[in-house]
């Protein structure tokens, strides 16, 4: 079975001349179908860059990162739109946005998808809310949700297209331990259920139980691979 995810010799920098920095230095990694990987590691230690390389944020400089069987080295913009519509994003600050409803931002997840009609979409996303639990605030702004019910319209959101990988930056970062247990066995759960992979970036070693793999970057290496 081939992997997923398949990193080989990345490197990648930042800036330009003499403010040009090495982020990440020659990793190489593996995920495959179904897998949950938590990586860790201090801040600036290149976990987040690495997340927005895999899920096509950026385009990757040097080495080889295929997704799905695609290289994303050198990628162009049109290669990483269309490799994003096979990510759900599940971001630190949930980045909702406040103008629109819980079920507003939950359809954005959709939008990329040109062959899912307005019919379905509202179905997708109602059901998905209802899901995580929220049946009873699709109407409902941001700022008139909790820390967990914003992270829980982010879930949905990263899962309403069903997609094959999820990521996850810090998504317990806000929250208190109860809700931050919650939303990581929401995701754990809901994930399996679509049968996808997910890799989520952590420094809340409370959660490091759900995963089926533990790395550790530093300094924009992969120190460690651990099996939990």
């Given at each position: 079975?081939?992997?997923?995810?398949?990193?080989?010799?990345?490197?990648?920098?930042?800036?330009?001349?003499?403010?040009?920095?090495?982020?990440?230095?020659?990793?190489?990694?593996e995920i495959n179908t179904g897998e949950i990987i938590i990586m860790t590691g201090p801040s600036g230690s290149g976990k987040t860059t690495l997340l927005t390389l895999i899920g096509g944020l950026r385009s990757a400089q040097f080495g080889s990162l295929q997704v799905l069987g695609q290289e994303l080295c050198g990628a162009s913009t049109q290669q990483l739109i269309q490799a994003r519509k096979n990510n759900g994003y599940?971001?630190?600050?949930?980045?909702?946005?406040?103008?629109?409803?819980?079920?507003?931002?939950?359809?954005?997840?959709?939008?990329?998808?040109d062959r899912i009609g307005c019919t379905e979409m509202q179905t997708r996303s109602t059901q998905m809310l209802e899901q995580v639990g929220l049946g009873n605030r699709l109407n409902y702004y941001p700022d008139q949700l909790s820390g967990g019910q914003k992270q829980r319209?982010?879930?949905?959101?990263?899962?309403?297209s069903h997609p094959q990988i999820v990521l996850a930056?810090?998504?317990?970062?806000?929250?208190?331990?109860?809700?931050?247990?919650?939303?990581?066995?929401?995701?754990?759960k809901l994930a399996r259920e679509q049968g996808c992979t997910i890799l989520i970036v952590t420094h809340d070693n409370r959660i490091l139980d759900i995963g089926d793999r533990l790395i550790h970057m530093e300094d924009g290496k992969l120190k460690s691979k651990v099996k939990i």
């Amino acid at each position: 079975m081939s992997p997923v995810i398949s990193i080989q010799n990345l490197d990648h920098y930042f800036g330009q001349g003499s403010l040009r920095k090495q982020v990440l230095s020659n990793i190489n990694l593996e995920i495959n179908t179904g897998e949950i990987i938590i990586m860790t590691g201090p801040s600036g230690s290149g976990k987040t860059t690495l997340l927005t390389l895999i899920g096509g944020l950026r385009s990757a400089q040097f080495g080889s990162l295929q997704v799905l069987g695609q290289e994303l080295c050198g990628a162009s913009t049109q290669q990483l739109i269309q490799a994003r519509k096979n990510n759900g994003y599940i971001f630190q600050a949930h980045n909702l946005h406040g103008s629109l409803t819980a079920i507003q931002n939950v359809k954005m997840g959709l939008e990329l998808h040109d062959r899912i009609g307005c019919t379905e979409m509202q179905t997708r996303s109602t059901q998905m809310l209802e899901q995580v639990g929220l049946g009873n605030r699709l109407n409902y702004y941001p700022d008139q949700l909790s820390g967990g019910q914003k992270q829980r319209v982010a879930i949905a959101r990263a899962l309403v297209s069903h997609p094959q990988i999820v990521l996850a930056d810090e998504p317990t970062a806000a929250l208190d331990s109860q809700s931050g247990r919650d939303v990581v066995n929401l995701m754990q759960k809901l994930a399996r259920e679509q049968g996808c992979t997910i890799l989520i970036v952590t420094h809340d070693n409370r959660i490091l139980d759900i995963g089926d793999r533990l790395i550790h970057m530093e300094d924009g290496k992969l120190k460690s691979k651990v099996k939990i």
